[in-house]
């Protein structure tokens, strides 16, 4: 009775605004997309389910969109084309992600971006660790892949390159919650956490990646927010990385071939190339989207397909995000994305928040060949971009009132 | 949680509400566990294995063949397609007529194909019938039966089928029996659960409360 009253009490003085029904929008969306990547969905719960609150979620987006936010007549046409082209990619694909994410990233337009990474960084990181704990005490399933000599766990989640792609999203998260000034100790257990996967999951690119987190974030920390020096410094040369990554993903998609310099590169990330050249070649590039049926190693039924060697279902996977955006979700949301990410880089390095443009930069990388850019339960940062707009004309504002 | 961030904060947020936490899981622990309990029950699985192949005595048919490959490796390749025919209905209802005539239970054709697993083993001749049902006895009819209703049908169905070879027969000392849903993992299932349940309500409160606080500061 105690804790019912208290509970009680306490959702008393909750005042409903933008704010709180964003947050919790977030919260329900996360939660139901993270359990989806794990293995208790399969085994306790319904995917319909799921889908039930990740619905719910958008209603509460709807809900702030009609009466608890005001806009300009440019936000309106923003908003408008994103819902209808977003939609309409989901409707053609069968796939909501890029809907979800453009949703949450329109109806941001008066959020404060860090408290959404806040919530990411806990909720993610308790979720993570009660997902180990349930599969550490075989509540659920740890699948177990074996490649070569190596062991590959996933410690509850669906495959173990998505675990190593949690916890690297999670680092990011961590380090722009403080604006990339950490300590030499965080810096050493960055390092530790990058060997531990890459022991335990031979997730070689996520690995890496967490790796490169301590070299990016030492530049990209050195120069940001300070005033003085002029010419460039590298922080400031690497926003358009996620254009030239998209590009060459792309580029090597349409035009891979087997004696080019591209099958080595195809060698050493695990035949991606060749395989999203065989997407490229039987489903061609849509307008709007269009359905690709895949068929990975991750999940129950991938699982089953590994051990089997392939003999259920041959192998299809369309692995890179860029490449993944164009054949599944179209042209136009391609071209949407990726100019967004590039207008918020940009806008990002001209505040000198170069923290932030290290961040996307590593996203992009990891982009180049893992599946989550429109996954908000690992990458949540997409969704910056109104809060990076709305920071970007108010410096330019102070700066044209001092001039 | 303030915007001097750590990660201690989560662990000082998970004490203040200890109490929360705690009941939550206890609620939810016992509600998953109760659930499961009031659920479990236990299934049994009778299995049966056929083999089917070609005569490999025959010296040519062990020699390459046209398009490359021996014969024993053609009746492998086939194992695939055994298993799928063999799911047809005219097989259900021809085991119907034998469960009927040899067990005496009184079961539909699509009742027994609900129960009916069958698959083959990569690389082998060997086709697996297997039964799942809530009585052993049932079980064992059903993978008996469908067993020798494969053997009896397959080579009407299929041309060339080959040597079909009906393996030791199933009995209730040989099913398997697995009780399920696990009282226990569904417990602690249910406190992982509470826990995640009482933390991202505690948390979305926290977070709530101090944007209420700093819109009053503005």
């Known amino acids: ?403 | 949680m303030s915007n001097s961030y750590r990660i201690s904060d989560i662990f000082r947020l998970i004490w203040k509400n200890l109490l929360i936490i705690i009941g939550a899981m206890l609620v939810f622990g016992l509600l998953f566990g109760g659930y499961a309990k009031h659920k479990q029950s236990t299934e049994y699985t009778a299995k049966r294995e056929i083999t089917i192949y070609h005569n490999y005595t025959d010296k040519k048919a062990l020699e390459n063949t046209d398009n490359g490959s021996t014969s024993l490796a053609s009746d492998m390749q086939m194992m695939e397609t055994y298993a799928k025919v063999s799911d047809d209905t005219s097989i259900a209802k021809q085991a119907k007529k034998i469960i009927k005539k040899n067990y005496g239970y009184k079961m539909s054709a699509s009742d027994i194909k609900s129960m009916l697993d069958i698959t083959s083993d990569p690389q082998t001749v060997v086709l697996n019938v297997s039964a799942k049902s809530g009585s052993s006895d049932k079980a064992v009819a059903v993978a008996n039966s469908t067993a020798i209703a494969i053997k009896d049908r397959l080579p009407k169905m299929l041309n060339d089928v080959g040597t079909i070879n009906v393996m030791s027969a199933a009995n209730k000392d040989t099913t398997h029996s697995t009780t399920g849903p696990s009282a226990k993992k569904y417990g602690l299932l249910g406190i992982a659960i509470g826990f995640l349940a009482a933390f991202i309500w505690i948390f979305w409160r926290e977070t709530i409360k101090l944007d209420n606080d700093n819109e009053k500061e503005k």
Not at chain 1, 103 to 115: M, Q
Not at chain 1, 374 to 379: D, F, G, K, M, T
């Open chain 1, 1 to 403: 009775m105690v804790i019912i009253s208290r509970i009680k009490n306490s959702m008393s003085d909750v005042k409903i605004n933008g704010q709180t029904i964003y947050i919790t929008a977030f919260i329900i969306y996360l939660v139901s997309a993270f359990l989806k990547t794990s293995m208790i969905t399969p085994a306790y719960f319904s995917i319909h389910l799921l889908n039930y609150c990740a619905y719910l979620a958008i209603a509460l987006l709807f809900l702030k969109l009609a009466f608890f936010t005001s806009y300009s007549f440019e936000q309106i046409l923003f908003t408008g084309f994103v819902l209808l082209f977003f939609g309409l990619s989901w409707m053609k694909s069968s796939s909501p992600l890029a809907f979800y994410t453009g949703a949450f990233l329109v109806s941001a337009s008066d959020i404060d971006f860090d408290e959404i990474i806040k919530t990411y960084f806990v909720v993610g990181l308790v979720m993570l660790v009660v997902v180990i704990a349930l599969a550490e005490l075989h509540v659920i399933k740890n699948l177990v892949y074996v490649r070569g000599d190596k062991i590959r766990e996933s410690f509850g989640i669906l495959y173990p390159t998505d675990f190593a792609s949690h916890v690297f999203y999670l680092v990011l998260s961590y380090l722009y919650i403080k604006k990339g000034q950490i300590r030499t100790g965080s810096y050493i257990f960055i390092f530790l956490i990058g060997i531990l996967i890459y022991v335990l999951t031979d997730a070689r690119l996520d690995s890496v990646l967490i790796f490169l987190v301590i070299p990016v974030n030492l530049i990209c920390s050195k120069y940001a927010f300070k005033d003085g020096g002029s010419g460039l410094s590298i922080a400031d040369t690497i926003w358009p990385a996620t254009g030239i990554f998209a590009y060459f993903a792309i580029f090597s998609t349409i035009f891979f071939k087997n004696e080019s310099i591209f099958a080595i590169l195809n060698r050493l990330i695990s035949s991606r190339i060749s395989l999203s050249h065989l997407g490229y070649m039987k489903y061609g590039i849509p307008l709007i989207g269009q359905r690709i049926k895949e068929h990975g190693w991750g999940g129950s039924s991938g699982y089953k397909n590994f051990n089997a060697g392939g003999g259920l279902h041959q192998y299809f996977m369309l692995d890179s995000s860029f490449v993944r955006l164009l054949l599944i979700y179209g042209v136009v949301v391609f071209i949407s994305v990726i100019a967004v990410v590039a207008i918020m880089a940009y806008q990002a390095t001209a505040m000198k928040d170069y923290v932030f443009v290290g961040i996307l930069f590593l996203i992009s990388l990891s982009c180049l060949i893992d599946q989550h850019m429109l996954e908000i339960a690992y990458n949540p940062f997409y969704i910056a971009a109104y809060s990076i707009f709305n920071r970007y004309i108010k410096t330019r504002k102070v700066g044209n009132t001092n001039e």
